[in-house]
T-cell receptor, first 115, second 113 residues
Framework: GENVEQHPSTLSVQEGDSAVIKCTYS??????FPWYKQELGKRPQLIID?????GEKKDQRIAVTLNKTAKHFSLHITETQPEDSAVYFC??????????????FGKGTHLIIQP | DAGVTQSPTHLIKTRGQQVTLRCSPK?????VSWYQQALGQGPQFIFQ???????QRGNFPDRFSGHQFPNYSSELNVNALLLGDSALYLC????????????FGPGTRLLVL
């Protein structure tokens, strides 16, 4: 099955600086890679996703890059703000004989924005 | 446009009991996936339902079962509860399958004593 590794587990940055979270995956058949933000006691919320036909996608201060050859993808947050503090999860969609199925998640990165 | 809803929000059970959790997908979605999220961990895939059938299953025992109704809503049943089943249970809905965005419900927090 799919295995997703996420680093670092905790990331502390100064407000206004950039943050980068990296993930690797094992199943070369995976073609869809979403990122979720989860605040304490809340549901995971999709912040950005990327499909294998593109190498980079940007949405305002958030960007995701994908390297299918190396099987890794990264989340980049620029000009960090206090409200960016949360746990971030990367995920990869895994496939079985019946087609695309569920998501395999990384263990999460606790992002702390220092004022 | 209603998002994904789940009920109940919280539940306390004792070991050996059975529990049923419910999920209504986002309007227009036809696929429901269930995840278990233990404290401090990422969500783990339990199974996915499409066209009222279980399409794929993660590494969970048969004590975990589910159902999808004609209106696409879904139930997760857990029998013979163990202390280790205490977790946040999330459902996510999507349209069709394959590279489709999954939107999560607020979850049901289950505590097994």
């Amino acid at each position: 099955g799919e295995n997703v590794e996420q680093h670092p587990s905790t990331l502390s940055v100064q407000e206004g600086d950039s943050a980068v979270i990296k993930c690797t995956y094992s199943d070369s058949a995976s073609n869809y890679f979403p990122w979720y933000k989860q605040e304490l006691g809340k549901r995971p919320q999709l912040i950005i996703d990327i499909r294998s036909n593109v190498g980079e996608k940007k949405d305002q201060r958030i960007a995701v890059t994908l390297n299918k050859t190396a099987k890794h993808f990264s989340l980049h947050i620029t000009e960090t703000q206090p409200e960016d503090s949360a746990v971030y999860f990367c995920a990869a969609e895994f496939y079985s004989g019946g087609g695309a199925d569920g998501l395999t998640f990384g263990k999460g990165t606790h992002l702390i924005i220092q004022p | 446009d209603a998002g994904v809803t789940q009920s109940p929000t919280h539940l306390i059970k004792t070991r050996g009991q059975q529990v049923t959790l419910r999920c209504s997908p986002k309007s227009g979605h036809d696929t429901v996936s269930w995840y278990q999220q233990a404290l401090g961990q990422g969500p783990q895939f339990i199974f996915q339902y499409y066209e009222e059938e279980e399409r794929q299953r993660g590494n969970f025992p048969d004590r975990f079962s589910g159902h999808q109704f004609p209106n696409y809503s879904s139930e997760l049943n857990v029998n013979a509860l163990l202390l280790g089943d205490s977790a946040l249970y999330l459902c996510a809905s999507s349209f069709v399958t394959g590279q489709e965005t999954q939107y999560f419900g607020p979850g049901t927090r289950l505590l097994v004593l």
